[in-house]
């Protein structure tokens, strides 16, 4: 028999003979019938209620024949034999689909696409993950940007220089299974598995992506990389090859995961007449604090627990009368804010923390929901009333870019100052942006941004409480949380304006994060492999 049990507590020092012990205890059994178990998942408890921190986890335990279920309640399940894994059916294909974008939408679905037998030909316009990192430094450090090759764009797509969060809203488990399959498959930590909140970290993601490939390329797949896309071919509103600045790849399906950045992307497929649309999206700053105020807000008493890994926070505010909603994305516990960049002349932000997120501040996005209807006059250099979002994001950016120097420092401010309209005489010396400059962020931003952040981050900071505001630093601008433009798709997964046109992941308005990236792949890539059924 096979029981999954919720609610078993266990110190955060767990040996497996507590975790046998208090099986044994919840089961009302005797230990020796307990003949494996399973951590599922476990979560952190560390309200002040309590005497010391522990975990609550769920286990999966099998039983022996001679334990007679003495239990009854909602922590107890019975579990039936596993529908959740999800076959690569093999395919014959009569073409190679070809893969644009080596994010972790593209790369999902380029694995189980050379599963299934198709061989799928992957481009990428930047380079190797390993060595995309050297031209982010020279970045970060030096100003220089390659177009191609940058935080933003190259094998992991903006993903590689984040936190790694693997935390989904969706309800997909056979997906989110086979994706924490295949990060195993590539020697992602187990532990990260079982966490509640679990993140890899900047450091192990640069480490896992080349073992994707290497997999990908073992099983048929082939990739391309400095090679951007600048054409596609259509005949009769079906798709019949991609061409770059090198080659050209005839094929009938071509996945599009180029990504929210690739503005060139969407230009292209507007002037092909390719159906899109305007998206809500978010705008904001990017805010840090000292992680050891963040841990005393959220631990309390167990702040200087020497087993509790650095905190983390998710705040939201409802919209009030003279403001609008705002809420926290994508905080980085003992992490770095960074700049980002693949324009010339633009700039944005982002944060990324490392597995062990041991840096002195924590940061996290504070962002205000931008509508269609706020962009709706927002002319500019695309003409596509589709992509006037993007036209939006610019004038931001670009502002951004000039309010600091004109060589990608990042504007910042201590937040004290930003709240009063005032532009800082200093910055701390330590703060995990070193280039960064004290600039006017009323020149960079909208009234209705800017009135929502002074109004609502107090109201947010004060539900940390032990965080002191005077401490607290902000760095604009936050434009690139989300696309503002949907490539439409139908039903069968592609383009309703041109057949073998699949759009998918996070540049063409379906998913958001890592995980829903990876499942958004996986999806499409299966209406591929249908296709040539």
Request: charged residues 20%.
């Amino acid at each position: 028999m096979k029981i999954e049990i919720n609610q078993i507590e266990l110190p955060l020092q767990y040996s497996d003979d507590n975790i046998i012990t208090a099986l044994a205890n919840k089961l009302s059994c005797q230990e020796n019938q307990i003949l494996s178990w399973t951590i599922k998942r476990r979560s952190l408890d560390a309200r002040p209620i309590r005497t010391a921190p522990v975990y609550s986890a769920v286990i999966e335990v099998e039983l022996s024949s001679s334990y007679k279920p003495n239990f009854q309640g909602q922590d107890f399940t019975i579990i039936k034999e596993s529908n959740l894994i999800n076959e690569f059916p093999e395919t014959t294909f009569s073409f190679r689909p070809v893969i644009v974008g080596a994010g972790v939408a593209g790369l999902m679905a380029a694995y189980y696409l050379a599963k299934s037998g198709a061989k799928p030909i992957i481009l990428e316009r930047g380079s190797k993950a390993e060595f995309r990192s050297v031209k982010v430094n020279n970045f970060w450090e030096n100003g220089i940007l390659d177009l191609n090759d940058n935080v933003l764009f190259g094998e992991g797509g903006a993903g590689l220089f984040s936190d790694g969060k693997l935390t989904t809203r969706s309800k997909d488990k056979g997906r989110i299974f086979d994706f924490y399959n295949i990060l195993s498959l590539c020697k992602a930590p187990e532990e990260t598995f079982i966490n509640a909140e679990p993140h890899l970290g900047s450091d192990v993601l640069i480490k896992i992506i080349p073992s994707l490939r290497k997999h990908i390329e073992s099983l048929g797949g082939t990739f391309f990389y400095n090679t951007p896309m600048t054409d596609l071919e259509i005949s009769n509103d079906s798709i019949t090859g991609v061409i770059t600045d090198k080659l050209k790849f005839e094929t009938k399906a071509v996945i599009l995961a180029t990504g929210h950045s690739a503005r060139d992307v969407y230009e292209l497929l507007s002037k092909k007449n390719i159906e899109l649309e305007q998206k809500p999206f978010a705008v904001g700053i990017r805010l840090e604090i000292p992680q050891d105020q963040i841990n005393t807000a959220r631990y309390r008493k167990f702040k200087d627990h020497p087993s509790l890994e650095p905190a983390s926070f998710k705040l939201t505010r409802l919209p009030e009368i003279s403001c609008r909603p705002c809420y926290t994305f994508c905080m980085c516990p003992g992490g770095r804010v960074i700049a980002c960049a693949n324009e010339n002349n633009r700039l944005t932000t982002n944060g990324m923390s490392y597995s062990n997120r041991n840096l002195k501040y924590g940061n996290a996005a504070f962002i205000v929901p931008v509508m269609p209807s706020d962009f709706k006059d927002c002319t500019g250099i695309y003409e596509d009333k589709a992509l006037y979002g993007l036209n939006f994001q610019i004038k931001i950016e670009e502002a951004a870019f000039n309010a600091a120097g004109k060589d990608f420092s990042l504007p910042a401010l201590m937040l004290e100052d930003f709240l009063l309209s005032k532009v800082s005489l200093t910055l701390p010396h330590d703060r995990s942006c070193p280039r960064s400059l004290p600039a006017s962020f009323d020149e960079i931003f909208p009234d209705f941004i800017l009135n929502t952040l002074r109004i609502q981050i107090p109201a947010m900071l004060s539900q940390l409480k032990g965080t002191q505001r005077a401490d607290a630093i902000v760095y604009a601008p936050e434009t690139r949380s989300s696309s503002p433009v949907r490539i439409l798709r139908n039903d069968y997964g592609y383009s309703p304006s041109v057949k073998g046109l699949y759009p998918i992941g996070e540049g063409a308005g379906y998913s958001g994060g890592i995980v829903s990236s990876a499942i958004d792949g996986l999806k499409i890539a299966g209406y591929v492999a249908l296709s040539a059924l």
